[in-house]
């Protein structure tokens, strides 16, 4: 049983203690703003709360309460820092000697957490007696069990009221220590959706009717007997080169942050980046530059892509056929023909084929001039036929050793 204090003691603890929460009280500011921040006697003198002469029976209540823990600094110098008052509370209804160790060795660990393993060495404790201690302080939420995702077998305790450090806990896209792949595939067809409304100059086209009547031989196409004109084409065009309101990583940082579009998650630049660049290599983004993105078009003749969020540009080009093949029209360079072509390797001027006299590629350059010189049957001279035709067959002797 404690002794009875006296009248006068009773009067200078009471002292004590409106002081020490005067003290608490001015150090609060600093607390929300850096919880690990270490302050110094001269700290706590210039809040100017409590007479200079009492400072140091203020700051021993507040450590006989817990509120403050006192550390020395390499040089000696003591340093006191500040515990939540919640926090404090549990520690006071918490007297063991060897609970009051652990809990000190975890918080000293701060935001990294500790692993049993070296808290066992620290505290110099038994097993048995240290699994009573820990179990006793999780019991009275002063501690908790984190997942570090560099070693995640490793068993790690932190206090109860901090958050992991990033290296610890892995940043946004991991939960309880495991990727969460999920949150990645949600948020980047979110980006492409976003994206892509700055991306490409897109217009609709009405399909003329001889065009879509061409593809109902039978005459009708619906229930009612009647043609039904297919919906309007999406013209797909890029941007003017001095377009400048592509998407960049802010704007996309402050999209997903301030509409709170991941609920509970706050993305770093540095998560968002992460996504980014793995969205530019899998070809579902195209860097442009200075941070700036826009939507990547597929390749001509690729499969649709199963994995594109509905509505997307790639839906867009899929327009028509119905086969899900559809009829997009490929980016810049798959749209030239020399992309795909079966006798690169021979082309070359003066060769076999060049780009001078190649059909296909005149055809793609001046589309408009072509369409009106096969039309009139002009698309290659007859002199012009004969040349190519005559240096393929010399080639292919010589590929078949005939003299
Ligand atoms: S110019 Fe014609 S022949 Fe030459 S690579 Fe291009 S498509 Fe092929």
Redesign the pocket.
């Known amino acids: 049983m404690a002794p009875k204090m006296s009248p006068a003691d009773m009067a200078k603890e009471k002292a004590s203690q409106a002081m020490g929460q005067a003290l608490y009280g001015a150090c609060q500011e600093h607390l929300e703003r850096d919880p690990d921040y270490f302050f110094a006697q001269e700290d706590f003198e210039s809040y100017n709360v409590v007479p200079r002469a009492e400072t140091g029976n203020a700051v021993q209540w507040l450590v006989n309460n817990h509120l403050v823990r006192v550390y020395t600094s390499q040089d000696g110098q003591v340093l006191f820092k500040l515990r939540p008052e919640d926090v404090a509370k549990r520690l006071r209804t918490n007297p063991a000697e060897m609970e009051d160790l652990v809990y000190q060795h975890i918080e000293d660990s701060s935001t990294a957490g500790l692993w049993t393993k070296t808290l066992k060495a620290r505290a110099n404790m038994q097993t048995n007696v240290l699994n009573k201690a820990i179990k006793s302080l999780e019991s009275k939420k002063l501690i908790k069990l984190i997942v570090s995702v560099k070693s995640p077998t490793k068993k790690m305790y932190m206090l109860w009221h901090l958050s992991a450090a990033e290296d610890v806990a892995g940043g946004a896209f991991y939960d309880g220590g495991e990727l969460d792949a999920g949150l990645i595939y949600e948020m980047s067809n979110m980006i492409r959706v976003i994206v892509q409304a700055r991306s490409w100059d897109i217009s609709w086209e009405h399909i003329p009717r001889d065009e879509w009547a061409a593809a109902y031989p039978g005459g009708t196409s619906t229930s009612t007997g009647k043609f039904k004109p297919p919906d309007p084409r999406p013209i797909v065009r890029p941007m003017p080169p001095d377009y400048s309101d592509y998407h960049t990583t802010d704007s996309l940082l402050k999209e997903f942050n301030d509409k709170r579009v991941l609920n509970n998650v706050t993305l770093t630049k540095h998560d968002l980046q992460m996504v980014l660049d793995a969205m530019v290599y899998d070809g579902k983004l195209e860097a442009m530059s200075d941070e700036t993105y826009r939507v990547a078009r597929p390749a001509l003749g690729l499969p649709r892509d199963s994995q594109a969020p509905s509505g997307s540009l790639w839906d867009m080009e899929d327009y028509g056929s119905g086969s899900g093949h559809g009829n997009a029209q490929g980016n810049g360079y798959t749209r030239a ?2 992309s795909r ?1 079966p ?2 390797n021979l ?1 070359e001027e003066g060769g076999p ?3 001078s006299n ?1 059909e ?2 005149e055809r793609w350059l001046r589309p408009k001039k072509n369409k009106m010189l096969a039309e009139e049957g002009m698309l290659m001279t007859p002199a012009l036929k004969e040349r190519v035709d005559a240096q393929l067959e010399a080639l292919r002797k010589k590929e078949e050793g005939v003299a």
């Open positions: 023909p020399c072509c006798v690169f082309c084929v060049s780009a190649c296909y590629f």
